[in-house]
């Protein structure tokens, strides 16, 4: 049936300067208190801008099927987010990025990340031998979590062990810098067209430093190869040749892919992680749940299949990233004319997909708030829940490529510290401002051995 669109409800717009100005310290909090004033539907104005904040799942779904479709698109923060992407992954046009993602998504499936559980393993292993020596003791936890999934992701990336790099410090400076630097950037994007940024020169340079630092180090690094026989994912970026077309990636694209990767896959997994501790070493029963079960059943070696046996452990993993989506809110834009939850919305409307409301909405989770890992074991009458209630990793087209990799590489970093340890707090994290839904200070806990 064509509808025609004098026919459609017309959504009333709302002025959101107080929470457009609230979002450059606390994003969460603005669609949060957006969606509490006026539901889960809501046209924005700001200035001469229209922002549709979505967070109802079906409304979600629509809005990733019309992605498909291409009418809406992610090129208008392009500008934005070329000085640190370039034309990678995070950031390419239509065309490169369908070509990209073609050669990337082998390298990321659930086969081939398997290869690296061994690397995952003897790291994370070795983390765990060498907090044995210096247990009980209160542990930075964050640090030491930022420190292995450095490790790890480095060793994936470069083939090389951080130890050997003179810069590794240079290197996760200049990552923090940006991660912080980002979320501005965006925000004055998306709401000023970038103009915002011109009022703070300052923290525009520091952010545009540690970009040239970061692309200086990678742009090096590769330099440095003089064959690329390597398994790491650099080689293999090198050695990815389309079959159909034998499209395979310029040197520039190859730069920005590391640059995508090196930033997408390391501040992501050490937040989440991060909260996770904190969160179990706030929940005493949850803890010795997990515990139980990590200790019940016999998944040595740690592959993926063994893993697939902890139910309850990847329900508290997946319990995180409810609570703590790294990305609490994603962005696209209408460049046509749409309609989304029977309303019409004009071409030139940015729309922001407020995951953080939608994984806490009440009457999706029966404890919005709460740790409650249950709400992950499907029981009887639970399975209905839409996929859209849960979308840690994205949707649609821009899906997480890393998702495979990350969920095997928390999954064996939680049991490798779990066969071990027991981690308590009494403290209180909040999240912080930053591009990605970090604790506001390090994660510091209690860490006993286990039947100490
Ligand atoms: C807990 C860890 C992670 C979380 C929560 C996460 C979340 C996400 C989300 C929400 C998106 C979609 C962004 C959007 O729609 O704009 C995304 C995309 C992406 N992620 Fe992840 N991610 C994680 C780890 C990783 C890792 C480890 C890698 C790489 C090894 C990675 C690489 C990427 C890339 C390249 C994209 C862009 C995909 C595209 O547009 O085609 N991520 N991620």
């Known amino acids: 049936m064509v509808v025609l669109k004098a026919e459609l409800r017309q959504l009333k717009p709302h002025s959101i300067l107080f929470p457009a100005l609230q979002s450059l310290r606390q994003p969460h909090q603005a669609i949060t208190s957006i969606h509490r004033k006026h539901g889960d539907l809501v046209l924005g104005r700001f200035f001469d801008k229209n922002l549709l904040f979505v967070s109802h799942p079906e409304h979600i779904e629509q809005v990733y099927a019309q992605e498909a479709r291409g009418l809406l698109s992610r090129d208008f923060l392009y500008v934005a987010k070329k000085s640190l992407f370039g034309d990678g992954l995070i950031n390419s046009k239509t065309e490169t990025w369908i070509n990209q993602r073609r050669l990337l998504q082998p390298l990321f499936l659930k086969e081939a990340v398997s290869e690296w559980e061994n690397v995952i393993t003897s790291n994370a292993s070795a983390a765990a031998n060498q907090l044995k020596k210096t247990t009980p003791q209160e542990i930075n936890l964050s640090s030491e979590i930022r420190t292995l999934i ?9 083939g090389k062990l951080v130890d050997d790099m003179l810069e590794k410090e240079q290197l996760m400076d200049a990552v923090g810098t940006i991660s912080k630097g980002l979320l501005l950037q965006m925000i004055a994007q998306i709401i000023s067209d970038g103009k915002l940024m011109k009022l703070m020169p300052n923290k525009d340079r520091q952010y545009q430093t540690a970009v040239a630092q970061l692309y200086a180090f990678v742009h090096k690094e590769i330099a440095s190869r003089k064959e690329q026989q390597g398994h790491d994912l650099i080689s293999l970026m090198l050695k990815a040749t389309d079959k159909k077309s034998g499209y395979s990636m310029t040197p520039e694209l190859l730069q920005d892919e590391t640059v995508n990767l090196l930033f997408a896959g390391q501040d992501t997994t050490i937040n989440t992680l991060s909260w996770f501790f904190y969160l179990i070493g706030k929940d005493a029963e949850t803890h010795k749940k997990i515990t139980e079960e990590i200790l019940k059943h016999k998944t040595t070696p740690l592959t ?3 893993l697939e046996k902890l139910v ?16 609490p809110a994603l962005a696209t834009q209408a460049v046509a004319d749409v309609v989304i939850g029977g309303y019409p919305i004009p071409a030139g409307t940015t729309i922001l997909l407020s995951t953080y409301v939608t994984h806490r909405h009440a009457a999706l989770w029966e404890r919005p708030h709460e740790f409650y890992p249950e709400h992950f074991l499907t029981t009887p009458g639970q399975e209905g829940r839409h996929k859209y209630s849960f979308y840690p990793f994205g949707g649609g087209l821009h899906n997480c490529i890393g998702r495979h990799f990350v969920e095997l590489e ?43």
């Open 150 to 158: 450095q490790r790890i992701f480095i060793q994936i990336l470069m």
């Open 410 to 452: 928390m999954m064996i970093v939680i049991v490798t510290l779990l066969r071990e340890f027991t981690f308590k707090t009494n403290r209180a994290f909040k999240e912080a401002a930053s591009i990605t839904l970090k604790p506001d200070q390090d994660v510091v806990l209690s860490m006993n051995l286990i039947g100490k």
């Open 312 to 327: 309850y452990t990847k329900a508290a993993l997946h319990e995180t990233l409810r609570l703590y989506p790294s990305s």
């Open 304 to 306: 993926a299949a063994n």
